[in-house]
């Protein structure tokens, strides 16, 4: 592993879009897409050179190593691999620390893992990460857990969709459900012990900001609160985007095939204004991918856990 001279952001923008899904190209112009990346990038650039940020974080977080150590790193891993890895922590949980590779100069293949597990341990020793994540486009990579999946497709297209009977949305207006959307939360969490590390409820300080932007709605069924569908416009992989913040049915509204038709709902609510509507999605949560492609939603990549111990 060699550190190399730091390439710019647009350099970064470029290596970003060759790892996009194809079928992605054609959601958005090439250099609409390139300039969103580059902004989406100049963040990394800024971690790995920014060591008034590092020592924030390195005071935040507070788990020992110097401030230097919590620089991004862009480094080479392979005669024809160079990639940029930062340290993160899961959740936030200081416990739970780990090696990401924001971007890669390449797409990453099965081949480069051993280097950049290898990159991993040398960059960040002093967090002993125990794992690394990376994006993919593909859909299986044998031997690997998955993490989140990105299910998005443009809301022209989803808005068409069939929408299951007596189920409509209305804008949220305040947080008088919130009780029962944790309630709704917590009862998918009993009776599946894992899906509490794949999904959470946002806080309510996050749905009244998604209230605010007039882009939440509870869902109507049979005339009463059965959940909540909300966005907030922003882009994802360079992509102009709504990006979901709450999919989610009361346990009434539960098992009766009406996950899909809250992609088509929120299609036809919100502006049409050439988004694309797009959610991560836990690569091992099967009822919520299945209610996603059924929409119309495309599994367009995500990202992949390496064991580093």
């Known amino acids: 592993m060699t550190r190399m001279l ?16 194809p079928l992605t190209r054609a959601w958005c112009s090439e250099p609409e897409r390139l300039a969103n990346l580059e902004e989406e990038h100049a963040l990394d650039l800024q971690l790995a050179t920014d060591r008034e940020l590092a020592g924030q974080r390195a005071e935040f977080i507070n788990v020992g190593p110097p401030a230097e150590a919590y620089l991004n790193r862009w480094v080479a891993v392979t005669p024809d691999l160079n990639a940029m890895l930062s340290i993160r922590f ?15 100069s390449r797409r990453v293949s099965v081949e480069d893992l051993a280097a950049l597990a290898e990159a991993a341990r040398r960059g960040y020793a002093a967090f002993r990460p125990p794992r690394l994540r990376f994006w993919s486009a593909g859909t299986t990579l044998s031997g690997l857990r998955p ?11 989803l808005s068409g969709g069939a929408v299951g009977p007596a189920l409509s949305l209305r804008p949220t207006t305040d947080l008088s459900n919130y009780v029962d959307a944790r309630a709704a939360y917590a009862a998918v969490d009993a009776a599946h012990p894992e899906h509490p590390g794949q999904a959470r409820l946002l806080s309510e300080e996050d749905l009244q900001a998604t209230i605010d932007a007039g882009t939440m709605f509870d869902v109507l069924w049979h005339g ?6 909300g966005t907030l416009p922003d882009t994802r992989l360079g992509l102009p985007a709504q990006v979901v913040q709450e999919l989610l049915f009361a346990p009434h509204a539960r098992g009766h095939g009406l996950g899909p038709s809250l992609s088509t709902l929120l299609a036809r609510h919100l502006p049409a204004d050439g988004r694309v509507l797009s959610g991560t999605i836990h690569g091992e949560n099967r009822g919520a991918l299945t209610a996603a492609r059924r929409a119309g939603r495309q599994d367009v990549g995500g990202w992949w856990w390496l064991d580093l111990c």
């Open 6 to 21: 730091l390439p710019t952001a647009a350099d970064l923008a470029r290596f970003s879009l060759t790892a996009q899904h």
């Open 90 to 104: 899961e959740g936030m949980d200081v416990s739970k620390p780990f090696v990401d590779v924001s971007v890669a």
């Open 147 to 157: 993490d989140m999946r990105v299910l998005a497709a443009p809301l022209s297209e």
């Open 224 to 229: 009463g609160w059965s959940g909540y569908a």
